[in-house]
């Protein structure tokens, strides 16, 4: 007696909800989750404005500089963590 588990997708992009087969009666909402934004035009010009030297300090790397460079570029929100975030404060 071999079932198939089959998850039910609605045809609307952003109001997707799936039932799921673990839980049966149940229904999770898959829709785009609004996440908070931390990436501050300050930060972002702080990010534009370091020299390799200052981030060394810091105790990052050379890649790491030119990454957060490239997405401070970018009109794209992107992700600063904590720790790095308290340090450019």
């Known amino acids: 007696m071999n079932q198939k ?16 087969p673990d839980w049966p009666g149940r229904v999770m909402d898959m829709s785009r989750p609004f996440l908070k934004r931390d990436d501050k035009e300050e930060m972002r010009r702080k990010i534009l404005d370091m020299t390799f030297s200052e981030w060394e300090k810091m105790g990052y790397s050379k890649g790491s500089l030119h990454y957060f460079k490239r997405n401070a570029k970018s009109d794209k929100p992107f992700k600063i963590y904590e720790k790095v975030k308290r340090k450019l404060v």
Do not use: A, E, M
């Open 5 to 20: 588990s089959t998850i039910k997708r609605s045809s609307k992009v952003g109001n997707t909800k799936h039932k799921t």
